[in-house]
């Protein structure tokens, strides 16, 4: 099991939640996504998978939903 973490930004309410963990989870490996909310930074995207994630393949799925991701991922 792998664990990543990364930060998101421009994500304000629910519906950007469920946007980000709707292209995420759609990762085949993907088996949870948590989001924490930052009103005074990026929001925090922690996700768990089954197999090795690559940071293209992250990012992508953060980008087709609207957004962007800042900084390393963690867990790559």
Do not use: F, N, W
């Not at 664990?3 to 949870?32: P, R, W």
């Not at 992250?58 to 980008?63: H, I, N, P």
């Amino acid at each position: 099991m792998s664990k990543y973490t990364l930060e998101v930004v421009g994500m304000t309410c629910d519906h950007c939640v469920q946007a980000v963990t709707k292209e995420v989870g759609a990762l085949a490996e993907v088996t949870d996504v948590a989001i924490t909310l930052d009103t005074t930074g990026p929001a925090t995207v922690t996700v768990d998978a089954t197999a090795e994630i690559s940071a293209d393949s992250l990012r992508q799925a953060v980008r087709d939903a609207g957004y962007e991701t800042v900084g390393e991922i963690s867990g790559l």
